[in-house]
């Protein structure tokens, strides 16, 4: 059974969490900056050790 458009939540409540971080205009924080240069540098020193690591396994 279909509900009325009376019944049924808007649309805004359900968007996702990403959308009002990405409307608001402003420099990126240091923390925001730190964190992602971590990760960048994490996932980039992860593909020479897991390609070295299969290397040593005799893959």
Excluded: C, E, T
Aim: aromatic letters at 8%.
């Amino acid at each position: 059974m279909r509900q009325s458009h009376a019944q049924q939540a808007p649309r805004a409540q359900f968007a996702p969490s990403f959308a009002s971080s990405a409307a608001r205009q402003g420099a990126p924080s240091a923390k925001g900056m730190l964190s992602d240069i971590l990760l960048l540098s994490f996932w980039v020193a992860m593909i020479p050790a897991v390609l070295l690591i299969g290397n040593a396994a005799g893959y």
